[in-house]
């Protein structure tokens, strides 16, 4: 199969195409020629678009196996490619949790769609901060870093055991930091916007005590620690210190904390719900400088798809979450305005791959095709007729968006988007 993508503008900062205007011509999942006029007989043809590498997730969740009408390995993978990801981390807290060599190589055969899956194992047994799991035949069965995922490493003991373990294989613990006690009643972040609408707040320091403490167990216990979905400016402060002294830590940010703040849940809609909460506009700003900055190294989906009976509720009782790949793109596209496009493509394709120690995928002559093919113009309609989701718990459900990913390569597998 041949696949000329004609007038395609290059954003791969390892490659030596970067930012140029080219034609990319591949054959049988290889890359074979780039230049300006290639003239060449082709499968498919694909003009005047965008490529990068293929996208990276470092954190979604495909509610198989236990909560399939939310969304099944097949379903995940297909909402994946649709924003132009051939690479996904999947978070362990499925029904049963994936804490065995079996859970683990169950999350990669779901791969399908032109994306990969990569297991994250659980640290604690049931993700409850108790136990720590079996993480050796874990790493062994394919599980590509640690975590609890939704629910934060609150036992100290725990967190520090498993620094130290996973120093063995130079492996990586993942943390959602937040203080358990400070969280447990809020509704949204703390400020002016949760007294005027009388609902609890999660003050800014339940995230800052939390990255402190794990901070100061890093220093402590050596090993490799990333922080999942950072939403404060001091949190932002205190990784850009601790990387300036010399602490192995890097950390992501979800896409919805940076187009969202707690403003938006002046109507009380639940599909604004999520965990960390949206913060003040100070906050997005500021972590939209820590992307800019390098002290941010990844952007995720943080995909969390909800069904009606966990969202059709008053915002008190309903779960958070945001169903968020379907429209990654579009909302990736829109913070052109606040960031480069090279600085939001790096963080979502060889950022991500950084974290895990993956090699990087480049766009040369000779290389394995593994790439995103892109529209930044595109208008579409997200509703039923394209969402390729279980679930439509997101605020960009029936709304007009501008930019799109037209196909994903992933060696010889061509998925185009309709």
């Known amino acids: 199969m041949k696949i000329l993508l004609k007038g395609s503008k290059i954003f791969d900062k390892s490659s030596s195409f970067h930012q140029q205007e080219v034609d990319v011509l591949i054959e049988n999942g290889e890359i074979t020629e780039i230049a300006k006029n290639i003239s060449s007989k082709y499968d498919h043809l694909i003009e005047g678009c965008i490529v990068t590498p293929g996208l990276f997730d470092l954190n979604a969740h495909f ?42 190589t169950f999350i990669k055969r779901g791969s399908a769609n032109g994306v990969e899956l990569h297991s994250i194992g659980a640290v604690s047994e049931g993700c409850k901060g108790e136990n720590l799991t079996e993480i050796l035949d874990l790493q062994n069965a394919g599980a590509v870093a640690f975590s609890d995922g939704l629910n934060t490493i609150y036992n100290t003991e725990l967190l520090l055991k498993a620094l130290q373990y996973v120093q063995k294989f130079e492996g990586l613990i993942i943390n959602h930091p937040k203080d358990i006690h400070l969280s447990q009643f809020a509704q949204m972040h703390e400020g002016k916007v949760s007294t005027i609408l009388g609902m609890n707040g999660e003050p800014p320091i339940s995230e800052e005590i939390a990255i402190k403490r794990d901070l100061d167990i890093l220093s402590y216990a050596g090993g490799r620690l990333h922080f999942s979905q950072i939403s404060t400016a001091k949190g932002v402060e205190l990784i850009k210190k601790a990387k300036k002294d010399g602490l192995a830590v890097t950390c992501d940010v979800s896409i919805h904390q940076l187009i969202y703040t707690d403003s938006d849940l002046m109507d009380y809609d639940t599909n604004y719900k999520v965990d960390p909460p949206f913060r003040s506009d100070k906050d997005r700003k500021a972590l939209l400088k820590g992307l800019e900055t390098g002290v941010i190294d990844a952007i995720v989906s943080a995909h969390n798809p909800q069904d009606p009976e966990s969202k059709d509720l008053e915002f008190d009782l309903s779960t958070p979450g945001i169903c968020s790949l379907p429209s990654f793109m579009s909302d990736l596209l829109s913070l052109s305005s606040s960031l480069d496009l090279e600085v939001l493509f790096d963080k979502v394709t060889n950022g ?62 061509l998925i185009i988007n309709s």
Request: proline letters at 8%.
């Open 63 to 104: 509610t198989e196996p236990g909560s399939e009408h939310r969304e099944d390995l097949f379903s995940g993978t297909n909402s994946a490619s649709f924003s132009g990801f051939t690479d996904v981390c999947v978070i362990p807290n499925t029904e049963p949790v994936i804490e065995s060599k079996s859970d683990v």
């Open 352 to 413: 991500p791959r950084g974290v895990l120690k993956f090699d990087p995928v480049k766009i040369e002559k000779g290389t394995r095709a593994r790439l995103a093919v892109i529209s930044p113009d595109k208008e579409w309609l997200f509703d039923a007729s394209v969402n390729p989701s279980r679930s439509i718990n997101t605020p960009q459900y029936n709304k007009i968006l501008k930019g799109k990913c037209l196909a994903v390569v992933n060696g010889e597998e």
